[in-house]
């Protein structure tokens, strides 16, 4: 679902299921994706983001991706979930 089109700042909501984004850097523009209570900040990079009832989180391909609510990043070959019993996980 898109939630903003405004040119310094794309936000997408991810509501059920898988999204995969490749996104140029750039100093004057955001883009995010909102997954149920994370949102991702790409910062120039390749991402998956998962949102189901048992795995929330983001797989990064390619460069970092910031989480806002976990106050970190997420860097290259890195992924970070959310698991259903709320207990963070960062797995190489």
């Given at each position: 679902?898109i939630?903003?089109?405004?040119i310094?700042?794309?936000v997408?909501?991810?509501l059920?299921?898988e999204?995969?984004?490749?996104?140029?850097?750039s100093e004057?523009?955001q883009?995010?994706?909102?997954?149920?209570d994370q949102?991702?900040?790409?910062?120039g990079?390749?991402?998956?983001?998962?949102?189901?009832?048992?795995?929330?989180?983001?797989?990064?391909?390619?460069?970092?991706v910031a989480i806002t609510e976990a106050?970190q990043?997420?860097?290259?070959?890195?992924?970070?979930?959310?698991?259903?019993?709320?207990?963070?996980?960062e797995?190489?």
């Amino acid at each position: 679902e898109i939630t903003s089109l405004d040119i310094t700042n794309v936000v997408f909501t991810a509501l059920n299921g898988e999204s995969y984004s490749r996104v140029v850097p750039s100093e004057t523009r955001q883009y995010s994706i909102k997954s149920a209570d994370q949102t991702y900040v790409a910062k120039g990079t390749a991402f998956r983001v998962s949102n189901s009832a048992t795995k929330k989180g983001v797989e990064v391909f390619h460069s970092t991706v910031a989480i806002t609510e976990a106050t970190q990043d997420v860097t290259e070959g890195n992924a970070y979930y959310k698991l259903n019993d709320n207990k963070d996980k960062e797995n190489k």
